[in-house]
């Protein structure tokens, strides 16, 4: 059974950062593809970015430059770097991962970021 618990959320500032992470229960190298999704109130869940076993990475065309995805192996971490944030950033960000392209996903329980203006 995955394990996806994520942490770092918070309220913030607009313009302010926060990091994100996701700690998995195993090996992050042992999933294709890990990332991040939010859902804010009243709208459909979103990607924001993947990293995938072999480290590229791939963004929402609207975040690229203010979010950033890494990971940290030794850890079994993956973050989300996340500058100049704004009030339509407030969502609840989940961690995802899957195995295998084709599998479906797993997912975090999610944390809250809400930005204040």
């Known amino acids: 059974q995955v394990q996806l618990v994520e942490s770092g959320g918070g309220l913030v500032q607009a313009g302010g950062s926060l990091r994100l992470s996701c700690a998995a229960s195993g090996s992050i190298f042992s999933f294709a593809v890990m990332g991040w999704y939010r859902q804010a109130p009243g709208k459909q869940r979103e990607l924001v970015a993947t990293i995938t076993g072999g480290g590229t990475t791939n963004y929402a065309d609207s975040l690229k430059g203010r979010f950033t995805i890494s990971r940290d192996g030794a850890k079994n971490t993956v973050y989300l770097q996340m500058n100049s944030l704004k009030p339509e950033d407030t969502a609840v960000y989940y961690c995802?991962?899957?195995?295998?392209?084709?599998?479906?996903?797993?997912w975090g329980q999610g944390t809250q970021v809400t930005v204040s203006s």
């Open positions: 995802t991962a899957k195995r295998f392209a084709w599998q479906g996903n797993y």
